[in-house]
T-cell receptor, first 118, second 111 residues
Framework: GAVVSQHPSWVICKSGTSVKIECRSLDFQATTMFWYRQFPKQSLMLMATSNEGSKATYEQGVEKDKFLINHASLTLSTLTVTSAHPEDSSFYIC??????????????FGPGTRLTVL | AQSVTQPDIHITVSEGASLELRCNYSYGATPYLFWYVQSPGQGLQLLLKYFSGDTLVQGIKGFEAEFKRSQSSFNLRKPSVHWSDAAEYFCAVNQGGKLIFGQGTELSVKP
């Protein structure tokens, strides 16, 4: 149980285009989903927290207009990188946390999405 | 604010040898602590977690961790390392529903 998927696993795009990344909880309902960014050989940096049906909460220094997050259902959250530039190239990882007793306070992570902006 | 420190950036052990990865945290109350493992180009997999109760926690893949309040530590151990254990290991503490990660420890396994 507690499986989280991400799609796509990798994407290459041209500078100036927008890219959407999906995060799905496959076998549980995720009341909260998180989006992280990870640079090579570094730890995870939390970008934003999203709760189903409400606006995402962004961490300090993260541009909300650039990284659009939608959490429209209890199993799906999307991250859209708008007008992507080479400096947005990174590994993006989502995680999901359910509201039931088995999953309280535990985040389950997706496999990540490698974004390369040319 | 809480913080998590993993003092060892990189550790190399021989296959079959024992392993201990260190994690120290700073938090006033009893923390919710986690160990995750990340293989190259992959997401994070939960190894084990500590919320309360028995301070020795068993996880998957033969890993265990011991919570020591007096030392503010939550070290990860494995009695016999396998080559497939080579990966990046992250210790994390839950702060208000968000995970605060340590810097990670890269484990290499010598044949």
């Amino acid at each position: 149980g507690a499986v989280v998927s991400q799609h796509p696993s990798w994407v290459i795009c041209k500078s100036g285009t927008s890219v959407k990344i999906e995060c799905r909880s496959l076998d549980f309902q995720a009341t909260t989903m998180f989006w992280y960014r990870q640079f090579p050989k570094q730890s995870l940096m939390l970008m934003a927290t999203s709760n189903e049906g409400s606006k995402a909460t962004y961490e300090q220094g993260v541009e909300k207009d650039k990284f659009l997050i939608n959490h429209a259902s209890l199993t799906l959250s999307t991250l859209t990188v708008t007008s992507a530039h080479p400096e947005d190239s990174s590994f993006y990882i989502c995680s999901a946390r359910g509201g039931g007793s088995l999953h309280t306070d535990t985040q389950y992570f997706g496999p990540g999405t490698r974004l390369t902006v040319l | 604010a809480q913080s998590v420190t993993q003092p060892d950036i990189h550790i190399t052990v021989s296959e079959g040898a024992s392993l201990e990865l260190r994690c120290n945290y700073s938090y006033g109350a009893t923390p919710y602590l986690f160990w995750y493992v990340q293989s190259p180009g992959q997401g994070l997999q939960l190894l084990l977690k500590y919320f309360s109760g028995d301070t020795l926690v068993q996880g998957i893949k033969g890993f265990e961790a011991e919570f020591k309040r007096s030392q503010s530590s939550f070290n990860l151990r494995k009695p016999s390392v396998h080559w497939s254990d080579a990966a990046e290991y992250f210790c994390a503490v839950n702060q208000g529903g968000k995970l605060i990660f340590g810097q990670g420890t890269e484990l290499s396994v010598k044949p």
